[in-house]
């Protein structure tokens, strides 16, 4: 960042201090002073000064203090954020990829082998443990929101939909581990599902099925669009892993998984979601409402094989899977 682009900012926003040079690197003072509204107005315009995928505009100006440290590697004391330019490098080389499939299809197993084959990529677990332990609810354990949406869909669907986006979301703004900036390789944050599944998949079909209702689709569809739009380029993906396989095999899985929340869960419930996933990844005929979205390369992968406990289809998987992350 040059120093008179800082200074114009400077003068312009009057809370970023001069950039100073410090040990032949740039040091740029960012000053807690700013309102969201000044904050978003340079993110848009880093993002235009330095193209979508720099790290400024993936993140924004520092809005938070501990994405700043984990940034930086250092507590941030005071109100004045110190970040180096190298690393904000980086940060802008880690790339965003989701997992996508149908329910039990292996996105966990198969997520834990990515873990395993890589020190450079680092996966994100759906947030389901949260679903089934709503914490601040009366009762003392905290409800059980996945229970409650299976056992009473009608009921309890817009508020399982409003609860998942918001806990995606809050997943695909984690900022990447410091281990990942580190990373020689290709860098990738990998997220189990996100908040395009959410929406594009799940919300979606429960509307289909009549368990959300017009008006609470229209209402989600219109908070989900004005989150990712706010939120842009910080919950972008740069590619898609789609985990197929036929429902009949991910049925039988999930039998043998046991979760008891999903014992009700028929196959016809595994066929719609499976003809969503088709639409939206396959045959491209989902309607989306994002630009960004529509040119996400997706990788489909047959999920249908026994990649647990086979050594050769496993390193198959995983040559696809870095053959695809190092184009992206
Ligand atoms: N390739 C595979 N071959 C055979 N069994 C598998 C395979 N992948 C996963 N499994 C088994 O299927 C079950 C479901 O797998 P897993 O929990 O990984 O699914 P998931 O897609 O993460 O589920 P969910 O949609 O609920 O998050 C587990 O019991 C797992 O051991
Ligand atoms: N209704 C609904 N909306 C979602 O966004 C969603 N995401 C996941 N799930 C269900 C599938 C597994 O049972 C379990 C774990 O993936 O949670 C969802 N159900």
Avoid at 21 to 30: D, E, M, P, R, T
Avoid at 166 to 178: E, N
Wanted: proline fraction near 4%; charge should be positive; hydrophobic fraction near 40%.
């Amino acid at each position: 960042m040059s120093r008179a682009l800082s200074l114009t900012f400077a003068l312009r926003y009057n809370f970023l201090n001069p950039a100073s040079v410090c040990k032949n690197k740039f040091i740029i003072s960012v000053l807690l002073l700013a309102t969201d509204s000044s904050r978003a107005s340079v993110t848009r315009l880093l993002g235009r000064r330095f193209g979508s995928r720099s790290w400024y505009a993936k993140f924004g100006v520092l809005d938070n203090r501990a994405m700043a440290s984990e940034v930086t590697g250092r507590p941030c004391p005071s109100a004045q954020l110190h970040i180096d330019t190298k690393q904000m490098d980086a940060v802008s080389r880690v790339k965003r990829v989701s997992i996508e499939g149908n329910i039990a299809v292996g996105k966990s197993t198969f997520a834990r082998l990515l873990q395993s084959s890589s020190q450079d990529w680092e996966v994100v677990q759906e947030p389901v443990s949260k679903w089934q332990n709503v914490e601040g609810s009366s009762s003392q354990t905290g409800s059980n929101l996945l229970q409650m949406m299976y056992q009473d869909p009608q009921r309890w669907s817009y508020t399982f939909q409003t609860f998942s986006c918001m806990s995606r979301m809050r997943t695909q703004l984690q900022p990447p581990p410091t281990r990942l900036l580190a990373a020689e390789g290709t860098p990738v944050q990998v997220f189990e599902r996100s908040v395009y599944s959410d929406r594009y998949i799940f919300a979606l079909n429960m509307f289909e099925l009549g368990c959300i209702s017009p008006t609470e689709w229209a209402v989600y569809q219109d908070w989900h669009s004005f989150l990712v739009e706010q939120f842009a380029h910080r919950v972008h993906l740069e590619g898609i892993i789609y985990l197929r396989a036929p429902p009949k095999t991910c049925m039988e899985r999930l039998g043998r998984r046991g979760r008891e929340e999903e014992s009700g869960v028929e196959l016809d419930y595994l066929e719609k979601l499976h003809i969503q996933h088709e639409k939206w990844l396959v045959d491209k005929s989902t309607e989306l409402h994002f630009e960004h979205l529509k040119k996400v390369p997706v990788l489909t992968l047959d999920a249908s094989v026994e990649f647990e406990t086979d050594k050769k289809v496993r390193e198959d998987l995983i040559t696809q899977v870095r053959t695809f992350f190092s184009g992206l």
